[in-house]
């Protein structure tokens, strides 16, 4: 595709719930980021995969949250018994390479907007 | 931990006027510092950024003016359109890291 695309747009869970939010990064892309962004607020950092491998989950807020990218392509964010606070708009990026610079530009997708009832 | 602190929340400006949106963060092994644009239901959208090697940045209606010594970056938007109303933010980041953390965000208004 021409852009980094998620799935599903919108996802309403009741407290306790499990959810899977899907990513397609650019095609090639060897970087993948997950951002959590809260109503009002700047998007917070949660994992980065180079590839398949998972290089950094410090962002993750919890044992609750947990990432994947199998197959160093498509990723899926899982998070489990979902609360109340994990409402936002979760949000995947892709770059070419690795590092960060102008010339490794983050491509953003649209996000998933989770509300947790 | 807020590292990266963003002001103002918001501002209104007449078309063609300057929108000034101002950035300080605190981490000085930051190296990267870039100005993301956000239109409602988008994701962010890289618009201009700056190495602390340079003290400012153009590109076309945008520039970037960096104080090392401070801590601070600024986002300068000239001859404000309509079509600029979105959300800005600020971010930091360590060149041969892998994150990026960014401000609380700026929603500009920009009325014909």
């Known amino acids: 595709g021409a852009g980094v695309s998620q799935s599903p747009r919108y996802k309403v869970a009741k407290r306790g719930q499990d959810v899977a939010l899907r990513c397609d990064p650019i095609?090639?892309?060897?970087?993948l980021f997950w951002y959590q962004q809260a109503l009002g607020q700047g998007p917070e950092f949660l994992t980065y995969?180079?590839?398949?491998?998972?290089?950094?989950k410090s962002g993750l807020p919890s044992d609750r949250f947990f990432a994947e990218r199998p197959e160093g392509s498509v990723s899926t964010l899982k998070i489990q018994r979902t609360q109340q606070e994990d409402s936002a708009v979760y949000l995947c990026?892709?770059?070419f390479g690795v590092g960060i610079s102008s010339y490794n530009e983050q491509f953003f997708g649209p996000g998933t907007r989770l509300t947790v009832l | 931990q807020q590292q990266v602190k963003q002001s103002p929340q918001s501002l209104i400006v007449q078309k063609g006027g300057i929108s000034i949106i101002n950035c300080a963060y605190e981490?000085?092994?930051?190296?990267?510092f870039p100005w993301y644009q956000q239109f409602p239901g988008k994701g962010p959208a890289l618009l201009i950024a700056?190495?602390?090697?340079?003290s400012e940045k153009k590109e076309g209606r945008f520039t970037i003016s960096f104080n090392k010594s401070a801590k601070q970056f600024s986002l300068h938007i000239m001859d404000s359109q309509p079509g600029d109303s979105a959300t800005y933010f600020c971010?930091?980041?360590?060149?041969?890291?892998?994150?990026?953390?960014f401000g609380g965000g700026t929603r500009v208004l920009v009325k014909p």
């Open positions: 990026a892709s770059s």
């Open positions: 095609s090639g892309h060897v970087s």
């Open positions: 995969f180079q590839n398949e491998a998972q290089l950094d």
């Open positions: 981490n000085t092994a930051f190296d990267y």
């Open positions: 700056i190495r602390p090697d340079v």
């Open positions: 971010a930091a980041g360590k060149a041969a890291g892998n994150k990026l953390t």
